[in-house]
């Protein structure tokens, strides 16, 4: 299949605007046809591992501020982080270039059914509970998208009895033009209001996750969030839903387990290894999704042995009485509300980092009831600082390196105390991204 697509374009050109790890497959297979390759980047990338195999390619690179200028090439492929909607690459569309991305390829292309997750919060745990619980119950399921593996270059081995779970971020979705079979919606709460106009967009562009979806379509939601809720009324299949607050849903939870519509309990909170109110929600949105594949005994037995995504509320050690954990994922205030929600004492949190221009109100008023001590760190410290002197809350202090806000909340712990890492921003004013936060955090705590 691949092949037979990749031909298509042989003797033409095809570019890739945005160079990852991730493109180099795709590079290969054009190059393999014979097709001329460029990258296109604002970044000087010949410091890079893959520039040496793309020169011995022949790619040709056009980078720096004009990286976008004179675009000639008959299809060119955006990386999620590139706006579609940029100056330049208008000017392709009205010269014919022909504009898409790797995951609307994979969209085209693939075989077997798709099942597609977005959200503010929980679309990774939520992607790869969806992921174990179709694989356990004997399914070959490819893994993609924000997580897993490159969709596009795996085509060829997938098969049309086979099932694509894929973890679609907004900047993704932008760039789409088709709909999964089954789209699930975590929630939608501000974020990465650095990169989108503003909230509407950011709306917008999780709803297209269903836009193209037909009357045979699933769309699952979370009930008890206000956007979703408004969701339904646009919905073009079926819908279900799923709520933590009413059983008036198609699946909904409580502190005693999960429980299909007809109040039939399906798992006990007691055999749910993961802590948390929010991994409920992740729990029965993903058997909402695959409950007409998965029996009801396949997810109790998820649910015994799945023990958390990294970097989601990842325990790393306990020192002295004191617990550490690792949430470096919370890259919002909504996800730093759901992590400390976990915990049953007031934990110490470690917080701050690059600003993504979202509100950090929210922060106030849970700091303040559930927050023993703040250690705030980053190009956010000061803002997080404001609001929570707002409400009162002044048992937290600002430092200026990452260690020193792991010693001082070190310092600060008693016997009994837990310690995480929840940073309610983003992490490239200190990281490359929220994993080698996560992983710097882990190694300074297991050296202690």
Known sequence: MLKEYASGYKNQTVGFVGMGVSNLPVIRLFASVGAKCTVRDKKDLSGSDFYPELID???EFIIGEGYLDDITETLLFLSPAVRPDLEGL??????????????????????????????????????TLISKLLTEAGYKTWLGGNIGVNLFATLDE??????????????QLMKLAKSPDVAVITNVAPNHLDWHKDMQEYVDA?????????????????????????????????????????SDTDFYFDENGIYDKN???????????????????????????????????????????????????????ELNGVKYYNSSIDSSPSRTEACVNSFKDKPIVISGGYDKNIPYEPLGDLFKNKV????????????????????????????DEFETAVMTAKEKANDGDSIVLTP???????FKNFAER???????????
């Open 206 to 246: 999780k709803k297209r996750i269903f836009e193209f979806q037909n009357e045979n379509s699933l769309l699952v939601l979370n009930a008890d969030d206000e956007y979703c809720k408004s969701f339904i009324q646009d919905a073009k299949g079926n819908v279900r839903t799923v709520s933590g607050k009413s």
């Open 158 to 171: 997938i098969k049309a009895n086979d099932f694509a779970v894929v973890e679609l971020s907004s900047f």
């Open 263 to 317: 109040g039939n309990m399906l798992v006990k909170d007691e055999e749910i290894r993961i802590i948390g109110k929010h991994n409920r929600y992740n729990y029965t949105e993903a058997y909402c999704a695959v409950s007409q594949y998965v029996a009801k005994e396949t997810l109790k037995k998820v649910a015994l042995e799945f023990g958390g995504v990294e970097h989601r509320i990842e325990f790393v050690r």
């Open 372 to 399: 023993k001590y703040a250690v705030l760190c980053g190009a956010t410290a000061n803002k997080i600082a404001v609001v929570l002197d707002s409400v009162g809350f002044n048992d937290y202090c600002i430092v």
């Open 438 to 448: 996560g992983n710097v955090f882990k190694k300074i705590v297991n050296s202690l």
């Open 57 to 59: 390619l022949g790619v």
């Open 90 to 127: 208008n000017k392709a569309r009205e010269k014919g270039t022909r504009i898409t991305s790797e995951m609307e390829e994979f969209f085209n292309l693939c075989p077997c059914k798709i099942i597609a997750i977005t959200g503010s919060d929980g679309k990774t745990t939520t992607t």
């Open 424 to 430: 309610a921003s983003a992490s490239f004013d200190m």
